[in-house]
């Protein structure tokens, strides 16, 4: 009997050269590891329905209960010298047959994509409950679904993922529960589990789903009528319950105009959708000359005895204010002095060269951090902030430049106050202020939007103290504790604590060499303080400052940071 394969050629009968179909090659086809016996079929009851799988379909994503439950028993078999078929028995797993049947798809190479949200949460924990690893990370990577408004929406994850619009609702949500693919049970121990906890799936019935389905449409580029203005402030309303920020920048109404006495666009805004925190004053540069319509005449050149009298030079910045200078008063000529004297006056000598005498030696720090007394580290650590506050101040916040950490307006309270008040009430530690100093570096490095100055420096420093304690310390104040000392609202220091963990990647371990360098940077900057020359002495220098942290009560008359809304 003849046979034919796909392999051989295949003629139209016109004389045609036939087509030679070759197999796949192994860089085409996923290779399957050999955990199981390939050809050897498996049963696994699942419900009331039974399944007979491969071994090939269970090692493709493995390894998996199933897998490691078979391969159990294939090596007890082996030890007792048992028949391997009669070795293998079934699997009973009391779960839902029909969404087994998606994940016996999945295992026998399938794509399987979930319906609904409903579909993707059985999906989603059952895929945890067998530890399928593969399927795991598909459905993490899928849309998400939700209901809103009772009305389905499959949302694509990279459509939430623009800068202009996130973090968001969705991915801040999200990812409190969905943050690893391999830990989607967070606190849950998995030994003795018999069955993963339920899960709803996500929903907001109090929203509007057409409104939702417009915010959506302008997400993914297209344009939206806007109705009138009370649908305009629905899209409005939605928008900023759902955190888009960039899509309240486009809804909101406003005119742009060519100003001719400026010579510039201005852009024309209602005052109730400007906030106070994203306003600042510049003075802006004057504007150009209009063209001359002719050649303007040049103007005469004043004499040079006339021109300089009456002005004075501008001061050094290397002089003190208010020193004398060598200016040119109104009664007198150049290289003359009010009282008729030529030639070059003798100047009394500068206060700021004289020698200071009794100037206070640096105080004496221990060479290791550890040692080293709280008080001291918070004013090494107040120095740096000072300067960085004084830098960065002076830069303009750019367009789109605020973030979460920024104040309205300026807190009443002194960074260094503010500081000592979090080191005594909040027990922070030197390693725990040091990696609050390891913290800038990481945040303006991962964040280039954030900078330290005047209106972020207050909100990052309760944020940081509460994200080093509870990461490196064994024992650390709950949130409301944290929240009363920095003087912010406790569901405030959450968004925030939410916000510098995802913006820092959830790393937030520096190495102790790190800890050293930064410990040695602070006390080389700071004037009044220097290091030990040996190792030997610092231990005596802790009994100073014993009394500044003796207690952990937090007194309620302690001036409070103001202007932290």
Request: glycine share 6%.
């Amino acid at each position: 009997m003849a046979s034919a394969s796909p392999s051989d050629g295949h003629s139209d009968g016109h004389g045609s050269t036939p087509v030679v179909m070759r197999p796949p090659s192994e860089r085409n086809v996923a290779k399957i590891p050999e955990i199981l016996p390939h050809a050897r079929v498996f049963p696994i009851q699942i419900g009331s329905e039974l399944f007979k799988l491969s071994g090939a379909s269970l090692s493709s994503d493995a390894p998996s209960y199933f897998s490691q439950y078979f391969l159990c028993q294939m090596r007890a078999a082996e030890e007792n010298g048992d028949e391997m078929a009669g070795a293998v028995r079934t699997l009973y797993i009391d779960r839902d047959p029909a969404t087994f049947r998606d994940i016996a798809l999945h295992l026998q190479g399938y794509h399987v994509t979930p319906r609904d949200g409903t579909h993707f949460v059985r999906l989603f924990s059952d895929a945890q409950f067998y530890s399928l690893p593969k399927l795991t990370s598909q459905l993490f990577e899928e849309s998400i679904f939700i209901s809103i408004g009772h009305r389905e929406f499959q949302i694509p994850r990279d459509l939430l993922t623009s800068p202009t619009n996130s973090p968001n609702y969705f991915s801040l949500g999200f990812a409190a529960f969905f943050t690893r693919p391999d830990n989607m049970f967070p606190g849950l121990d998995r030994e003795g589990v018999i069955r993963p906890p339920a899960i709803l799936p996500p929903s907001v019935p109090n929203r509007s789903a057409d409104t939702f389905a417009d915010l959506l449409r302008l997400l993914r580029g297209y344009p939206v009528e806007i109705r009138d203005e009370v649908h305009r402030q629905e899209l409005l309303r939605d928008a900023r319950y759902f955190h888009f920020k960039g899509l309240e920048q486009q809804l909101i109404p406003h005119a742009i105009s060519y100003n001719p006495l400026r010579r510039r666009d201005e852009i024309v805004l209602r005052l109730e959708n400007v906030q106070k925190s994203g306003v600042s004053v510049a003075q802006e540069p004057p504007p150009p000359p209009p063209p001359p319509s002719r050649p303007a005449a040049i103007p005469p050149l004043a004499p040079p005895s006339t021109a300089r009298l009456g002005a004075e030079p501008s001061p050094s910045p290397n002089k003190r204010r208010g020193s004398p200078g060598r200016a040119i008063t109104g009664g007198g000529t150049p290289g003359q002095g009010p009282d008729g004297h030529t030639g070059p006056r003798p100047e009394p000598e500068a206060s700021s060269k004289r020698a200071r005498a009794n100037e206070r030696p640096p105080k004496i720090l221990p060479q290791r951090y550890e040692q080293c007394a709280v008080e001291d580290m918070v004013e090494l650590i107040a120095h740096m902030l000072a300067e960085l506050i004084a830098t960065n101040d002076a830069i303009r916040i750019s367009s789109g430049g605020l973030t979460r950490f920024h104040s309205r307006t300026a807190p009443g309270i002194s960074v260094r106050d503010y500081l000592h008040r979090l080191a005594r009430h909040a027990t922070l530690t030197p390693p725990l202020l040091l990696a609050m100093v390891y913290y800038i570096d990481r945040l303006c490095a991962l964040y280039p939007e954030f900078t330290i100055n005047t209106l972020t420096v207050h909100r990052f420093l309760i944020t940081a103290a509460t994200v080093a304690a509870k990461g490196l310390s064994d024992s650390f104040w709950n949130n409301t504790t944290y929240a009363r000392v920095g003087g912010v609202r406790v569901a405030e220091l959450k968004l925030l604590e939410l916000e510098f963990l995802y913006r820092v990647d959830w790393k937030i371990v520096p190495n102790p060499e790190v800890l050293v360098a930064y410990y040695r940077g602070l006390v080389e900057r700071t004037p009044a303080y220097a290091l030990q020359l040996d190792e030997s002495s610092g231990d005596d220098m802790d009994d100073d400052d014993d009394d500044n942290n003796n207690g952990d009560h937090i007194d309620d008359a302690a001036t409070a940071p103001e202007g932290l809304p």
